[in-house]
């Protein structure tokens, strides 16, 4: 079975780093798996990809939005069995090549987020029918972000499934602690705080940030990541005097050896489909505290850890109750760690096998 993974690039992401976490692992179980992106990345997950001889493509587009990019995807479409699409604008594209080539092979798209701005805008609306119904399958990452694909096209409930996403626990629970000496102002004494996110206005680093000012001075916050706001975020740090309390850290590739070095998380997105970083913390043995939304709310699954979007003071209070009371900590630890293993990345995978094996023995009878 040859399949195609589809994504815009490589840009640190949940998405993006589950799609390549997962790759070598359905190629272990024998599917002949490839991946392309829209645009460049030029990350540390595209020398991943390629550590683990992954047949790897790129349009390298110079912009991911342009139309432009469907004509060019046309040509893969004859080569595999099936395609895998994630996100949009790569969705859209996809869609479009295979309608204007009128190719027949199946197509599949993971839904990761329980809402965008194209869903409430109406100029998508006949666009949104179009390019949802050319694809075979909508495999949706939880049953919240199903019920809200499905509130906003009712005629998808047939082609709707759930497959969680997953991570490699074995990463996180047998990963090296990072030494703190190597991060400058970084004591020992020092209460660390993660939030590994790409910087855009739905992850919300302003509300952490907010929160840092009601917090003790030894408590500091690491954030990896890089994005559109991070020049805003660096502002707003500088402008409320947290420079020595707040480092921005780019992009790392060594996240679960941070994650062992710290001793909190936080993802105060305003909307999330998953939340994969949820799970990587609670696999490391790290607690987090998550905004309660669709998606956070159902992998955390714990309301004395979650707290509202956007909501500074809550999650202050959160993060200090945390920090005082040794016996909730490890509470909370402990129930992490069982609740995690729900999340096993080879499960997602075999689970996702099975799916493409039923599409194309439906493909398989119907040409009969």
């Not at 209460?191 to 952490?208: G, S």
């Not at 940030?209 to 990896?224: E, G, S, Y």
Request: glycine share 6%.
């Amino acid at each position: 079975m040859k399949v195609l993974h589809i994504i815009n690039s490589l840009y640190i992401g949940g998405a993006e780093k589950l799609i390549v976490d997962a790759l070598p692992i359905f190629k272990e179980k024998g599917i002949e798996i490839s991946l392309l992106t829209i645009g460049s990345s030029r990350t540390f997950l595209d020398e991943t990809v390629n550590r683990y001889g992954i047949p790897f493509h790129s349009l390298n587009s110079h912009n991911v939005y342009n139309p432009l990019n469907a004509i060019r995807l046309m040509r893969y479409l004859k080569d595999y069995d099936l395609i895998h699409v994630h996100l949009f604008p790569a969705q859209y594209w996809v869609a479009m090549a295979s309608f204007l080539k009128q190719s027949s092979v199946p197509l599949v798209f993971t839904e990761h987020n329980t809402e965008n701005r194209r869903w409430n805008n109406s100029v998508f609306k006949l666009p949104e029918k179009f390019v949802y119904n050319r694809y075979n399958t909508i495999v949706c990452i939880t049953e919240q972000v199903k019920a809200a694909l499905i509130k906003h096209l009712p005629q998808l409930k047939g082609k709707a499934i759930t497959i969680e996403n997953g991570i490699d626990i074995s990463v996180y629970t047998n990963a090296d602690t990072a030494d703190r000496k190597l991060f400058p102002g970084i004591e020992q004494r020092d209460y660390l705080i993660l939030m590994v996110a790409a910087f855009r206005a739905q992850k919300d680093h302003d509300t952490l940030i907010r929160a840092a000012k009601m917090l003790p001075n030894h408590v500091k916050i690491l954030f990896v990541g890089t994005g559109e706001r991070l020049s805003l975020c660096k502002d707003m740090v500088r402008a409320e005097g947290l420079g020595n309390r707040i480092l921005f850290l780019g992009n790392r590739s060594d996240v679960p050896s941070l994650l062992k070095m710290v001793d909190l998380s936080v993802l105060s997105s305003h909307w999330e489909g998953f939340g994969l970083f949820a799970a990587e913390s609670m696999a490391a043995g790290v607690p987090v505290l998550a905004s309660k939304v669709a998606g956070l709310a159902e992998v955390v699954e714990d309301d004395s850890l979650l707290f509202d979007p956007g909501n500074e003071e809550e999650l202050s209070r959160k993060i200090l109750q945390l920090i005082t009371n040794k016996s909730f900590f490890e509470q909370v630890k402990n129930r992490a760690a069982l609740r995690v293993k729900v999340y096993d990345i080879s499960r997602m995978v075999d689970r996702e096998i099975k799916l493409y094996e039923e599409i194309l023995n439906r493909k398989k009878i119907g040409n009969a």
